[in-house]
């Protein structure tokens, strides 16, 4: 894989990695907030606060998951294996990279993951 697509390629990572972290902490805030504010009000009100709390753990959740990925595809790449499929070790497209920066499976090795998942 060309050294110019692998540079391209953990910019575009770091730069999503630093989107999620601002995400987080924004996250972070926003949950401060509503545990704040959670012991005023009528019973709805606090209902309707445990329901924010749940989308925005499940959103981080989600955002950690990413993150995750994100910071293993770092690793790839500094050692040398970013690009390679991790389970039939062949190269993943370029065109799979671009789209799924921390893509770790090759397209084929993707679905056959997700048929066994099923």
Do not use: W
């Amino acid at each position: 894989m060309k050294k110019e697509f692998i540079e391209k390629m953990q910019k575009k990572l770091e730069e999503q990695r630093d989107q999620i972290m601002q995400s987080l902490i924004n996250q972070g805030d926003e949950l401060k907030k509503l545990v704040v504010n959670e012991g005023s009000g009528d019973e709805a009100d606090i209902g309707n606060g445990a329901v924010d709390i749940n989308i925005l753990d499940s959103l981080g959740s989600q955002d950690s998951q990413r993150l995750e990925l994100i910071n293993n595809a770092l690793n790839r790449i500094s050692q040398g294996t970013y690009g390679v499929c991790l389970s039939c070790h062949k190269d993943i497209p370029q065109n799979r990279l671009e789209a799924i920066p921390y893509a770790f499976l090759c397209v084929d090795c993707k679905a056959k993951a997700e048929r066994r998942g099923r």
